[in-house]
Structure formats: structure tokens, C-alpha cells
């Protein structure tokens, strides 16, 4: 019987390890930043740029790569049932819905992500900066 308990705890405890933390804090810092926390204890500050080249909407992933974002900012944001958020960027992007395990997913993986971001620019003769206008 104890073997059967032991057993059922090591299965919850497992189950409660595979489940995302929950977030705890959003905070939206116009037009630069969000700050997110999470039950797990991670904090995360993303930037507007990082979080725009990082879209999760079905229109970001035909352009193989978004560039020219240095300096876009967050005009607004509202939320999306009690899952995630939806950014107004001031490039007039709007459709990408980032739920709160996409948005933990991103801060885990910040520095990764933006070094791939980096090299994937250079390797296609892009730049961070917006074009200039002739």
C-alpha cells in the first residue's frame, strides 16, 4: 500500500513538473518593454523589438525574417481570455496572440533566441536598424 502511494506521488509530482509556470505579473512599460513573472520564479524583461521579431501571428512567419525593428515600440496591449495578450506595435502589427507559456518560452530562451536573430540578420545582409528614406 505504501509502495502505491509513493508511487502516486512521484506521478503527481511529475504531472505538476510538466505543467508551464503560471504567470504571476505583466507589466507593460510603453513604449520599450514588458516585465513578466512567473510562479516558478523567473522574471523577464522583453523588449518591444524582441517581442516583434518574435511574433507568434500566422502573418510574421511568411517573411522568413522581420528586420528593421530596433526601434519599434508597444503602443498598447490588451488581453486575450485569461491565456495570453495581444500587442498593438506601433508598426501597426497587431495579430500575434502571445500566451503566457509563449511568452515564459521567450524569456527562458532570450539570449539564445536573440543571438540566432542576430546571425540569421547578418547572414541575409539585413540589419536591427529600419531602412532609411530616400
Known amino acids: 500500500m505504501a509502495m502505491v502511494a509513493a508511487v502516486r506521488r512521484m506521478h ?3 504531472a505538476a513538473a510538466a505543467q508551464p509556470p503560471r504567470l504571476t505579473k505583466l507589466a507593460l512599460h510603453p513604449p520599450r518593454s514588458v516585465e513578466v513573472e512567473f510562479t516558478d520564479g523567473s522574471s523577464f524583461h522583453l523588449s518591444a523589438e524582441f517581442l516583434r521579431v518574435h511574433s507568434p501571428a500566422a502573418d510574421s512567419k511568411i517573411i522568413s525574417v522581420i528586420f528593421g525593428r ?3 515600440g508597444i503602443m498598447s496591449a490588451e488581453s486575450v481570455g485569461n491565456y495570453g495578450i495581444r500587442m498593438l506595435f506601433d508598426d501597426l502589427h497587431k495579430t500575434g496572440i502571445f ?3 509563449y511568452l515564459h ?3 527562458s530562451k532570450k539570449f539564445s ?3 540566432n536573430y542576430i546571425r540569421t540578420l547578418r547572414k541575409h545582409g539585413l540589419s536591427r536598424d529600419p531602412q532609411r528614406r530616400k
Open 12 to 14: 503527481a509530482a511529475a
Open 99 to 101: 500566451t503566457w507559456d
Open 70 to 72: 530596433r526601434y519599434v
Open 105 to 107: 518560452h521567450l524569456g
Open 113 to 115: 533566441l536573440t543571438r
